[in-house]
């Protein structure tokens, strides 16, 4: 008899593995559409702000709910994956752009592009909106971004009497080397007039590299992408690299630091000024000593002035989501002038929205609420984010090859080199 | 030979600065976790803090549930203990006392499938799970920490019942004990150490465990304490360094109060079968 038994329960098993699969979903009995919110909001005061907008939504929409479900930044895209395969995705989906291109060409979000409302629609402006549209459909709506920043010791700087930048008149890349050289020599041994955090050099070398000029990534007529450096993309990873290796103007030390490891060093003195997103402000204004005279200046321009790649925070709708309509509903509620503006604030960005972008709070010169909403205008979509195979050029290519460059231990042309011949590479496997 | 009394001390400072490097981590983690925001921009960070305070913990408590994610951690690190050693247990007295051709490939399969990474079983185990209504549920959850640590478990224990010396079960036997009699009064009693080493090795790995629980997990009230953790962690590696320094020193708490309880047993599990009597 055990065979048989054997067998019963292999087969019931399999059944068990292959038939059960989950019942389409609908409105509950008493017609009440439920709808996943996952979100990263992780600061407190953007979590509040996240799940008062909820709760305001369900008590005026007693007919659709929204299910507020407390995501992580770590891992995301791993498990939204997941979730995507196993046809279990949040409803309505909180990412950054960067991370939307391969979802979005995977069939996984939702194109929005007949969905959003004209009023959302005409609010974000086009440069916004082209940080989630591949193929000319959009698959998510950028709300909040952050161009990066030099934090700067006020103090520091005018003792040494160096110009101060405002957005009008920025500093242009050769002069603020010139300045930082200028800092460190009239700061005294061991301090430096700047530490760059580049523990992911990457994206913050190419999206500011976009003020040179710099584009590195081109797309050809037949529509396949190559990688070629040009002189406008040497501009900002040369200038850095000649900080630290022939200035010893900038520390070397931070090179292989996260942006939150530097800030003890800049609120000691030891760091003139310090190229951050612009949400570290908030760090800034909880960990810097009391009286500390911090500065937020725009990050120096080029050819292209002030333009910088950016990768805002999107929502998304699930392909698969029977409730499309009413996830939109629920983000143009979520994003209205008011809304957008509050979770701005709670997480120290700025608001894509035209409208919530003129909010007086947002234009404060405290906290560098100003100089941030200044450079508003001047953001771009950072410039690999559509690109197939982005992800393991970065990782197995560019950050290697950035590393060694900033350190000193190759030169530009070898960088040159390691960028376009192993990274075409990696890219024409993604083209074929 | 008794060593000379220098040698002596470069031991016993050795044996100290390992000491000393193995508990930095953890001494720096309290040491955060009574810091003030202020004094964590220190750039002369002191050992002992300046102005100790519990705000961080307060804050950790107010953001985040950690009393109910610690529950389910414990929850779930206690079941998957448990069902991996009751589980790991005969297979690893068959594996130990009948050798074969099968329980040799069946070594060899618990050694690879110590190799996969978890990306690539992730969906396949989450398909699995979701046909059998298991996601977002605990008890989904446990099933796949047993299933994860049941092999190394399985490899663990296989080495503790070959110490234990098979004329005790032969001897029960001539006494008229069956197989699973000689397993539960004989075997098991002198195995203790050694049960007690892999179900603290399957209950860390639970409850340290990560990406299962965040993938599997949508609710919540239902999350362990390495995802809440997460929480206090935001984009390109920003983080709430003090309420997160206290939530982790929290969920460190467990394994450290259990391993105190049990460490003289563990010793023992180790040396079990050290040398062959």
Redo the contacts between chains.
């Keep these: 008899m055990r065979a048989p038994r054997t067998l019963v329960a292999a087969v019931a098993t399999a059944l068990l593995l292959t038939g059960c699969a989950a019942a389409e979903r609908g409105p509950d009995k008493d017609g009440v559409v439920h709808l996943r919110f996952q979100s990263l909001a992780w600061q407190k005061e953007s979590v509040d702000i996240n799940k008062q907008l909820v709760k305001e939504w369900n008590a005026a929409h007693p007919k659709v709910q929204i299910d507020y479900v407390q995501g992580s930044w770590d891992n995301v895209h791993d498990q939204l994956l997941t979730s995507f395969e196993g046809g279990e995705a949040p409803d309505i989906i909180h990412d950054a752009s960067d991370d939307l291109a391969d979802f979005s060409y995977g069939g996984h979000l939702a194109d929005l592009t007949q969905l959003l409302p004209a009023r959302l629609r005409a609010d974000i402006p086009q440069q916004s909106w082209d940080t989630t549209t591949f193929d000319k459909k959009v698959y998510g709506v950028p709300f909040l971004q952050e161009p990066r920043v030099l934090m700067a010791n006020e103090k520091l700087l005018k003792a040494s009497g160096v110009r101060i930048p405002t957005p009008e008149q920025p500093w242009t890349w050769d002069e603020f080397r010139q300045i930082t050289k200028r800092l460190t020599t009239d700061m005294g041994k061991g301090r430096y007039g700047v530490a760059w955090p580049l523990k992911e050099p990457v994206s913050a070398t190419l999206n500011l590299g976009l003020s040179a000029g710099g584009q590195l990534f081109h797309q050809g007529d037949d529509g396949k992408t190559t990688i070629r450096f040009t002189d406008g993309d040497e501009v900002v990873p040369g200038t850095v690299h000649d900080q630290v290796n022939t200035d010893a103007s900038a520390s070397a030390a931070t090179l292989g630091m996260g942006g939150s490891d530097t800030l003890p060093g800049f609120f000691g003195g030891k760091y003139a000024m310090v190229p951050l997103g612009f949400s570290y402000r908030q760090q800034i204004a909880q960990q810097a000593p009391e009286g500390f005279p911090w500065k937020v200046l725009p990050a120096p321009a080029g050819k292209a002035g002030l333009t910088q790649g950016v990768s805002p925070q999107t929502l998304s709708v699930a392909e698969d989501s029977p409730f499309k309509k009413e996830a939109v509903e629920f983000i143009d509620f979520f994003l209205e002038p008011d809304n957008m503006t509050r979770l701005a604030k709670g997480d120290w960005m700025l608001p894509t929205g035209r409208e919530a972008l003129k909010d007086p709070s947002l234009r404060t010169s405290k906290d560098g609420w100003a100089t941030g909403t200044a450079l508003a205008g001047h953001l771009r979509s950072a410039p690999a984010q559509a690109v197939r195979g982005y992800q393991e050029w970065k990782d197995k290519v560019a950050t290697p090859a950035y590393q060694e460059y900033y350190s000193g231990a190759i030169d530009e042309a070898a960088l040159r080199q390691r960028l376009e011949k192993d990274g075409n590479l990696v890219l024409a496997r993604y083209q074929r | 030979m008794r060593a000379g009394r220098p040698a002596r001390a470069g031991q016993y400072l050795a044996l100290l600065a390992y000491l000393v490097f193995l508990a930095f981590p953890f001494l720096w983690l309290i040491s955060t976790a009574f810091k003030s925001?202020?004094e964590?921009?220190?750039?002369?960070?002191t050992w002992i803090p300046q102005d100790p305070g519990l705000d961080n913990f307060r804050?950790a408590f107010?953001?985040q549930p950690l009393l109910e994610a610690a529950g389910n951690s414990l929850i779930a690190a206690l079941s998957a203990a448990l069902i991996a050693v009751v589980v790991a247990t005969p297979m690893a007295f068959v594996m130990a006392r009948h050798r074969s051709r099968l329980t040799t490939a069946a070594t060899g399969w618990v050694v690879v499938s110590q190799a996969f990474p978890f990306?690539l079983v992730?969906?396949p185990l989450?398909?699995?799970l979701?046909?059998?209504?298991l996601?977002n549920s605990l008890p989904g959850l446990i099933m796949v920490y047993v299933v994860w640590s049941l092999p190394f478990a399985l490899w663990m224990l296989v080495g503790y019942v070959r110490a234990v010396p098979r004329e005790l079960e032969e001897a029960a036997a001539v006494d008229g004990a069956g197989r699973l009699r000689t397993l539960v009064s004989v075997t098991a009693p002198l195995l203790m150490p050694g049960l007690i080493a892999t179900a603290l090795f399957a209950f860390i790995t639970a409850w340290n465990e990560?990406?299962f629980a965040?993938?599997l997990l949508?609710?919540?009230e239902k999350?362990t304490l390495p995802?809440i953790l997460?929480?206090?962690?935001?984009?390109?590696?920003?983080?709430?360094?003090g309420p997160l320094a206290a939530a982790a020193f929290l969920a460190t708490l467990p394994s450290l109060v259990i391993f105190a309880i049990i460490q003289k047993r563990i010793t023992g599990g180790m040396l079990a079968g050290a040398v062959k009597s």
């Design positions: 925001p202020r964590l921009g220190d750039l002369h960070p804050q107010e953001e990306v992730i969906i989450f398909l699995i979701k046909n059998l209504h996601i990560f990406f965040l993938v949508k609710s919540p999350q995802v997460t929480h206090f962690i935001g984009a390109e590696g920003a983080a709430d360094l």
